[in-house]
């Protein structure tokens, strides 16, 4: 058994994730709905755990990446940045209108008469501004 484990670990990052892959694949197969039932809250102990992991690592990478850049190139980097920023942020304005204008939703959508619909109030544009922020900078990672 301990031959099979050493070799195992030795063995590359993409094996060893095929062999889980594999190995996850017969048990779902075999097993069905009861082994997935049996195995949920692993699952959602990996997710919380991951979920838990995604805020350092974000935060490491980010100090890592301010620590070895020249401060000459961190305006240029910036300027590239804020381009490609309002490009994708233009493209993706594009793409919405285009399908919003081809779908049309919500066309062809009456209320009957005796339906209420209640508005909420507009909160206004500074405290929609001020709703941006967050007050929290461990919810802005997450």
Known sequence: M???????????????????L?????VGLVGGPVVAEWLNPLGELLLKLLKFLIVPIVLFTLLVGINQANLSS?????????GFYVLTSALAIAVGLAVASF????SGLELSSSATVEVPENPGFVQVLLNIVPANIVEAFA
């Open 2 to 20: 301990k031959a099979v484990l050493d070799v195992y670990l030795k063995s590359s990052l993409v094996l060893r994730i095929g062999i889980a």
């Open 22 to 26: 594999v190995l996850g694949l017969v």
């Open 103 to 106: 779908f049309e939703p919500g």
């Open 74 to 82: 961190m305006g240029r980097v910036g300027r590239k940045l804020l």
